[in-house]
């Protein structure tokens, strides 16, 4: 396992909810738009998938991936509990 590009991935996701969580603070209206968040959300789950798969390769590995194959691993979501279901963006769960 590659803890230290874990790690990497992990500290950057904290940055990233570290700013979320300020301007949902910080946000005259009380609100962020729907697509603001949605942005923000998908860039961290990609830190969470890239976290995750990155556990699975060697150094070499890591550091030989093209563009493309980066962008698969960072959109592909891995099923770490069965209980974990994919729903559309604009679904409501009830």
């Given at each position: 396992m590659n803890n230290l590009e874990i790690i990497s991935q992990l500290e950057e996701l904290k940055d990233h909810i570290e700013t979320l969580t300020s301007q949902l603070v910080d946000v005259t209206s009380g609100e962020v738009s729907r697509t603001s968040l949605k942005i923000y959300l998908s860039h961290?789950?990609?830190?969470?998938?890239?976290?995750?798969?990155?556990?699975?390769?060697?150094?070499?590995?890591?550091?030989?991936?093209?563009?493309e194959?980066?962008?698969?691993?960072?959109?592909?979501?891995?099923?770490?509990?069965?209980?974990?279901?994919?729903?559309?963006?604009?679904?409501?769960?009830?």
């Open positions: 961290l789950m990609e830190h969470i998938n890239v976290a995750w798969h990155y556990s699975k390769l060697s150094d070499e590995e890591i550091h030989n991936l093209d563009q194959a980066y962008e698969r691993i960072s959109s592909s979501i891995p099923k770490l509990s069965p209980y974990f279901k994919l729903v559309e963006p604009n679904d409501k769960v009830t």
